[in-house]
């Protein structure tokens, strides 16, 4: 089982809302990440957690403010986001930090 | 930056077989992965190279050359199913970096 589930879908979010993206996995995978993805572009790497911590955090705005609760979950806090934000965003998670990355089907965010 | 180039988009004809490249700069080189992604969806797992050399499953082969910076990712016997963006990915000291992905368009 290679699977990262992702909710929800779809979201569409005014600029003064806030909402959460959730992000899981039971590989036992100790690292988890964020992404966002523009159409026609690769995913950008956000923020990546290893054994429940953040190690990196790719100089994201403060209005996106991840948060791993256990090793298996992994949430992305939305406030105040911009229109500009409105992208696919993918979670993804590996055995380690290094190692392949399975993606879950992503959250497609608008804001209006 | 990170200079990894591959061609934005292809075009094969079903059952051919067609090689899409990517180059990219070698410091502090770990690895490389390749994933497809169709559109809307998640990037699924392709290969990883580590070593020189080809890596063959199924109708989709990678081939690395770290001291050219080099790779490459071959599919066999085309199918339609088989058109979406292709990404290479270096592994480096940091987690991945996505090359630009190319898109492949697979006609009849």
């Known amino acids: 089982d290679t699977e990262v589930t992702q909710t929800p879908k779809h979201l569409v979010m005014g600029m003064t809302n806030k909402k959460s993206l959730k992000c899981e996995q039971h590989?036992?995978?100790?690292?988890m990440y964020w992404y966002k993805q523009k159409a026609k572009k690769p995913p950008e790497l956000m923020f990546v957690?290893?054994?429940?911590?953040?190690?990196i955090n790719e100089s994201v705005p403060s209005r996106f403010s991840p948060e791993c609760p256990n090793s298996s979950l992994l949430n992305l806090h939305l406030h105040a986001l911009q229109p500009e934000d409105s992208a696919l965003y993918l979670c993804?998670?590996?055995?380690?930090?290094?190692?392949?990355?399975?993606f879950g089907a992503g959250t497609r965010l608008s804001v209006l | 930056g990170q200079n990894i180039d591959q061609p934005t988009e292809m075009t094969a004809t079903e059952g051919a077989i067609v090689q899409i490249n990517c180059t990219y700069q070698?410091?502090?080189?770990?690895?490389l992965f390749w994933y497809q992604q169709h559109a809307g969806e998640a990037p699924t797992f392709l290969s990883y190279?580590?070593?020189?050399g080809l890596e063959e499953k199924g109708r989709f082969s990678s081939f690395l050359s770290r001291s050219k910076g080099y790779s490459y990712l071959l599919l066999k016997e085309l199918q339609m199913k088989d058109s979406a963006s292709y990404l290479c990915?270096?592994?480096?000291?940091?987690?991945?970096?996505f090359g630009k992905g190319t898109r492949l368009s697979v006609i009849a």
């Open positions: 990915a270096v592994k480096r000291n940091t987690p991945l970096v």
């Open positions: 590989m036992g995978h100790r690292a």
């Open positions: 993804a998670s590996s055995q380690a930090r290094g190692d392949i990355q399975y």
């Open positions: 957690y290893s054994y429940e911590k953040l190690s």
């Open positions: 070698t410091s502090g080189f770990n690895g």
């Open positions: 190279n580590v070593l020189d």
